[in-house]
């Protein structure tokens, strides 16, 4: 990238300089993985969890949706916070009580109250992950810009695909309390980290004295409210759920009283005019359809493994850590270096064909694939992941208007967390869909007395014939009915992977629409081949 001078710390930084920046970076690496791997540990093990704490699965439900909730609650208003607060008071005690929470639910069985605690530890884990961004560009030189977001953005592939395999190891040798007590070990060395890489800011009294409370409550209670709504809608049965349908009108209703309360405060917090620039606005639809097309890697291969192989966790996670999250060691690197030497709409072009190519490889599923069977995916989906959120932030970062820096963060936040949870639902309801109406029509095809189907049963019949005669006729029937529901499961997620792949289809469409950012520090300083590439696509290179 072009080179420029220090120290001016970047369009968005208003805090000083950190006076150790590897202790910056290092909050940054702790903050961003320690809130995805909780979220991801938290739903990957919730039958365990289910088991340990005696909860049905109702119960287990709401849990998960109290804790993912509360951190789309808080998630939007953090980078306002910590332009407010400084960085050190919205990470550093938090992240304290964050571990003495995370000690003490283990020992909850009162379920109100574990529900209850549940939503504190959300909240605080809603801080991280935004407030750990805004150390980069308020607090590090822009050097270090590049490197340290691609350890944030990495963090989401590098979760999912080593999420399944810790939360085996916690289970079968540790014991199930330590998918909660691994924060205790965390988040205080992040509190520290953070106290030793950012300086010491004072309260930004003037603005908050501004502050845009209802603005900011209106918006992180709408958007989690629709998104208990949709994550409880494929189990209550949508539509049919007051319920769900209560959840769901709220929110609208809450966001509607956000964009009302915004045209109308004197210094709006999060007004929507941010978006109306053409790149940022674009850029915002990219994280979206990011966050959906790479659900064949966080739902799909992993879910597929668990329904249809049956296997556990820790078996299907190997796949996704050595084929998945290691390569990503290698992947990342090389993205840096593609950002410096090449625009990042090709980056951008290359990761999402890498995630079309995976997807379009998936819908080729059959149910004798094993776990093997999905390495080239998991491979694939590893470099989409390693090529795409970097550049997507960068293009952001080079569109964003510095003066609305804290509505511009607040937007990446929803897109980010509010679109993966409400993606997951969504996904959820598509593949319990798709399998219905495929069993629906396999089960036409299964007429009572056809010669097919009674040849089948005979066959299941006499094989269970030696174990008993007299329950062998309705074993052959229930087998075959379990046969054809694993048939509409593999067809599901054939569905699911082609939605996957459309939405990376039409990713690429909306990357043609965005326009060369303006000159900045993240400009790529072409050579040899790129230059060349740039000049036959009729580009003007400095």
Known sequence: MAEN????????????????????????????????????LTTVGLPDLRGAFSLSFDEGAWLSTAGIGSQILIAPAVAWLATVFGLRRVLGIPSLVYAAVSLIIPFVHDYPTLLALSVVHGLLL???????????LRNLPIRWWVPAISLYSIRVGFALDTSSSLVGFYVDHLGWQWLYWQSVVIAPLMGLMVYL????????????????????????????????????GNRLDWLGSGTVMALLVSGVVLFAGFLVNESLVRQPWAHVNVLFSRNVGLGLVLILLYTLTS????????????????????????????????PM????????????????????????ACFAAANLWGTQLSHVWAREDFTGIVLLQAIGQSLLLLPIIITLLSNADPSRATSFAAYIQI???????????????????????HSF??????????????????????????????????????????????????????????????????????????????????????????????????????
């Open 197 to 232: 890489g950012t300086p010491s800011e004072p309260m930004n009294r003037a603005l908050l004295r501004e502050a845009d409370w209802g603005g900011m409550l209106l918006l992180g209670a709408a958007v989690s409210m629709i998104y208990a709504g949709l994550d409880q």
């Open 441 to 542: 029509y396999l089960g036409q095809n299964l007429v009572v007395g056809d010669a097919d189907v009674v040849g089948r049963l005979k066959q299941l019949a006499d094989y269970f014939a030696a174990h008993g005669t007299g329950l062998a006729q309705a074993r052959a029937v229930g087998t075959l009915a379990d046969l054809v529901q694993r048939e509409a499961n593999v067809l599901a997620y054939i569905d699911g992977f082609w939605l996957c792949f459309w939405l990376a289809i039409a990713a690429l469409g909306v990357v043609a629409l965005i326009t060369r950012a303006r000159p900045g520090p993240f400009t790529p300083a072409p050579f040899g081949f790129a230059k060349l590439l740039l000049r036959k696509c009729g580009a003007q290179v400095n």
């Open 295 to 326: 659900l064949s890697n966080s739902s799909l291969v992993p879910n597929f493994l668990g329904n249809v192989v049956l296997l556990r966790p820790e078996q299907s996670g190997m796949l996704l850590l050595t084929y998945g999250a290691l």
């Open 5 to 40: 001078d220090d120290a001016g710390h970047g369009p968005l930084s208003r805090g000083g300089i950190a006076p150790q920046p590897l202790f910056a970076v290092a909050a940054v690496l702790l903050g961003s993985f320690l809130a995805n791997f909780d979220s991801r």
């Open 126 to 136: 809603g801080t991280f992950v935004p407030a750990t961004l805004m150390i980069v």
């Open 329 to 352: 060691f290698v992947l990342v690197p090389i993205s840096i270096w593609l950002l410096r030497h090449f625009d990042t709409r090709f980056v951008v072009v290359l990761g999402f």
């Open 415 to 437: 897109m980010r967390l509010g679109g993966a949870e409400i993606g997951i639902a969504l996904m959820g309801t598509w593949l319990r869909v798709r399998e219905q109406v």
